[in-house]
């Protein structure tokens, strides 16, 4: 099935290059120039995208603005290319939710193989879903309907926030690793940094954890990982 890239960069003779390189790769490519463009695109189409190509230097709001917007909403794939080498500036965007990261000048075959695979880890992800409910205390995770409620009260996820919940769950009450958490929900070849991890747990904990009358379900066991318990 052909894949939708939304490719996000303002020099156009760039932009025009990478998008023949797509098309003849057999991806569809739908094309903005700006920041705010982007995330208009992405608000309007976002069903059918599958990868985002995101420059970091962008007119109207930078990249990793657009990766934030985006990230309240949606774990779609992110690709950032940026000219910027600075270990700073790969360690915002990686921990802001961007996948990979490259630097240009890239050649084309190691951004075509970095795309590669970023979308085979997203069909695992999709592909290992399973027809489960979980559960624990008022926590219940429908698996299958990708629904999550606490105490009869709806939460909203995202996809990435989702998997590392149902790998928790699945796992209720044992220590799970920085390393084991990365293998399961990011995949094994991920190769960003390990504190996403942290960053996510984080985003979790103030939608399931931070409700007022709750107890605290996720628990931080220091040198050691995370479990989620009573």
Not at 94 to 113: C, R, S
Not at 123 to 130: H, N, T
Not at 151 to 156: A, G, R
Not at 168 to 183: M, N, V, W
Request: charged share 30%.
């Amino acid at each position: 099935m052909t894949k939708t890239i939304l490719l996000v960069e303002d020099e156009k003779a760039l932009a025009d290059s990478l998008r023949e390189e797509f098309q003849f790769e057999d991806y569809q490519v739908l094309t903005t120039f700006d920041g705010i463009s982007a995330v208009d695109c992405f608000k309007n189409n976002q069903a059918q995208i599958d990868l985002i190509i995101l420059d970091w230097m962008l007119p109207e709001l930078d990249g990793l603005g657009v990766l934030r917007r985006i990230r309240r909403e949606s774990d779609v794939p992110i690709i950032m290319l940026t000219a910027r080498d600075y270990v700073g500036d790969k360690v915002a965007g990686l921990t802001g939710g961007a996948d990979d990261y490259i630097t240009k000048p890239f050649d084309i075959e190691e951004l075509l193989a970095r795309m590669d695979v970023v979308l085979r880890r997203s069909r695992k992800f999709q592909d290992s879903e399973r027809n489960d409910l979980l559960v624990l205390d008022n926590l219940r995770v429908d698996v299958k309907n990708q629904q999550v409620t606490r105490n009869e009260k709806d939460i909203q996820l995202t996809q990435r926030e989702f998997h590392l919940l149902t790998e928790l769950l699945k796992q209720s009450g044992k220590i799970l690793s920085r390393d084991e958490l990365l293998d399961a929900v990011w995949g094994i070849d991920f190769t960003g940094q390990p504190n996403v991890v942290d960053v996510y747990i984080r985003y979790l904990r103030n939608k399931i954890d931070r409700i007022p009358g709750e107890n605290a379900l996720i628990h931080t066991v220091r040198g050691r990982g995370y479990k989620i318990s009573k």
